[in-house]
């Protein structure tokens, strides 16, 4: 069974631009969440997305954005980047159960890089 | 809103012996889930641990086990016979049972180093 895709794993970019990234969740995986990941913020949550509606949100700038296609499958989006986004961007998926702890299964992470 | 504080910044073991990862959290809520996830250096994410709050009895996974004191909100990971491969960063991190939300909480993290 896949595990949770991400793409791409890296990329530079520089002021002012805008990235888009990629996660496959697991086949099955109707949840997908996403989280930056920098050494003086650690882990901090972006978004989650069951069904392709948003349905929980972290304290992050408009300018980070998402959505989630018919197939699970996600899209996270920064523009306009500064050098604070510069960070490690994981993607998580979960089964979606009335029951059970639903646990996260993470991405390798897509590393962003802005100069 | 809930907190994780990890107090360890960094930590090591001799192989083959046990060492304790330290988490504490605040939370005012009832019901909840705890975990402990590992980030090796190849910074995939992996679950090591998780425990049910309403569950008394400490979660136990191979080597890997935990001392949950719901009372104290203490949530510590013992690793017993530490392998090389245990070297990694390892987060406990805090999850609402409810709340239609999966959303996790994390700590800062304990950077692991297993000496042969």
């Known amino acids: 069974k896949a595990g949770v895709t991400q793409t791409p794993r890296y990329l530079i970019k520089t002021r002012g631009q805008q990235v888009t990234l990629s996660c496959s969740p697991i086949s099955g995986h109707r949840s997908v969440s996403w989280y930056q990941q920098t050494p003086g913020q650690g882990l901090q949550f972006l978004f989650e997305y069951f069904s392709e509606t948003q349905r929980n949100k972290g304290n992050f700038p408009g300018r980070f954005s998402g959505r989630q296609f018919s197939n699970s499958r996600s899209e996270m989006n920064v523009s306009t980047l500064e050098l604070g986004d510069s960070a490690l961007y994981l993607c998580a998926s979960s089964l979606s159960s009335s029951s059970g702890a639903n646990v996260l299964t993470f991405g390798a992470g897509s590393r962003l890089t802005v100069l | 809103a809930q907190t994780v504080t990890q107090s360890q910044p960094e930590m090591s073991v001799q192989e083959a012996e046990t060492v304790t990862l330290s988490c504490t959290y605040d939370t005012s809520e009832s019901d909840y889930y705890l975990f402990w996830y590992k980030q090796p250096p190849s910074r995939q994410m992996i679950l090591v641990i998780r425990?049910?709050?309403?569950?008394?009895q400490n979660a136990t996974e191979n080597r890997f086990s935990v001392n949950f004191q719901k009372a104290a909100k203490s949530f510590s990971l013992k690793i017993s016979d530490s392998q090389l491969g245990d070297a990694a960063m390892y987060f406990c991190?805090?999850?609402?049972?409810?709340?239609?939300?999966?959303?996790?909480?994390f700590g800062k993290g304990t950077k692991l180093s297993v000496i042969p």
């Open positions: 425990q049910e709050a309403y569950k008394q």
């Open positions: 991190a805090y999850r609402s049972r409810g709340a239609g939300s999966y959303q996790l909480t």
